[in-house]
């Protein structure tokens, strides 16, 4: 597969990574990666944070629709 960003650029780029968001593959320099938090929430008790962050691998459009810092 081949980075779609670099495409959109008329580039030829691996991807290293597809975005778990929209599926779009990317290369290293366009992979976004984001801990996010992970919790668990299962009736009836209230949910909790788990001591673990999931990496999730985002294209740029996708990091900026979830937004930055949070
Ligand atoms: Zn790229
Ligand atoms: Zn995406």
């Known amino acids: 597969m081949k980075c779609y960003v670099c495409a959109k650029e008329g580039k030829e ?20 990666r ?10 009836p008790l209230p949910s909790r944070k788990l001591p673990t962050r999931m990496p999730r691998m985002l294209c740029p459009d996708c990091s900026n629709a979830f937004g930055e810092g949070k």
């Open 13 to 32: 780029t691996d991807a290293v990574a597809v975005c778990v968001a929209c599926g779009m593959g990317t290369c290293m320099k366009h992979t976004v």
């Open 34 to 43: 984001k801990d996010v938090d992970v919790w668990e929430g299962s009736y």
